[in-house]
Antibody, heavy 121, light 108 residues
Framework: QVQLQESGPGLVKPSQTLSLTCTVS??????????WSWIRQHPGKGLEWIGY???????YYNPSLKSRVTISVDTSKNQFSLKLSSVTAADTAVYYC?????????????WGRGTLVTVSS | DIQMTQSPSSLSASVGDRVTITCQAS??????LNWYQQKPGKAPKLLIY???NLETGVPSRFSGSGSGTDFTFTISSLQPEDIATYYC??????????FGPGTKVDIK
């Protein structure tokens, strides 16, 4: 049973870099057919896709966040990570990592529990 | 960018009622439309992919239809455990994902 688990600081100061890691257990991040995504949800609001990475390291980001986002992968640790720079209060959200089925059909079929990150001094 | 709208934004229905949610895309997305259920404090859960395909393990009272710009999600007989917010989500050939604003479903 593949599971995803987010980890990282719950509080980040304005202008600093938010860093989160998603650990994949019960399966290999290097198995084909999946991309690995970050998605966030502002408090009481809808969902915003941030970007994804393939195990090879290829990435694609939401253009609205592209200038501040870096997603990386560490296959030896079965993890992928998110860095979001120059954060403001508007980046306060629950951050989810998710597995995206990559094929003729594309959907997020597995999600982590999410982690709340608050941006505040 | 493709924009997604959902209606209604919230609804209340009785147990056993048929519930219908609509999702509209700002341009033709073929059948590239998924539906998720999110219960309070939980991560979203995939229910329907490619507009009408039921994800494995999802009860058959959930269904979806539509193509192009107009899509419908239906719960044929609302159950107490269906209380949640439902989101549509599109993917397009620009490799972007966009979620609708959500529809909150309550029991009357």
């Amino acid at each position: 049973q593949v599971q995803l688990q987010e980890s990282g600081p719950g509080l980040v100061k304005p202008s600093q870099t938010l860093s989160l890691t998603c650990t994949v257990s019960g399966g290999s991040i290097s198995s084909g057919g999946y991309y690995w995504s970050w998605i966030r949800q502002h408090p009481g609001k809808g969902l915003e896709w941030i970007g994804y990475i393939y195990y090879s390291g290829s990435t694609y980001y939401n253009p609205s966040l592209k200038s501040r986002v870096t997603i990386s992968v560490d296959t030896s640790k079965n993890q992928f990570s998110l860095k979001l720079s120059s954060v403001t209060a508007a980046d306060t959200a629950v951050y989810y990592c998710a597995r995206e089925n990559w094929g003729p059909s594309r959907y997020f079929d597995l999600w982590g529990r999410g982690t709340l990150v608050t941006v505040s001094s | 960018d493709i924009q997604m709208t959902q209606s209604p934004s919230s609804l209340s229905a009785s147990v056993g009622d048929r519930v219908t949610i609509t999702c509209q895309a700002s341009q033709d997305i073929s059948n590239y439309l998924n539906w998720y259920q999110q219960k309070p404090g939980k991560a979203p859960k995939l229910l329907i992919y490619d507009a009408s395909n039921l994800e494995t393990g999802v009860p058959s009272r959930f269904s979806g239809s539509g193509s192009g710009t107009d899509f419908t999600f239906t719960i044929s007989s609302l159950q107490p455990e269906d209380i949640a917010t439902y989101y549509c989500q599109q993917y397009d050939n620009l490799l972007l994902f966009t979620f609708g604003p959500g529809t909150k479903v309550d029991i009357k």
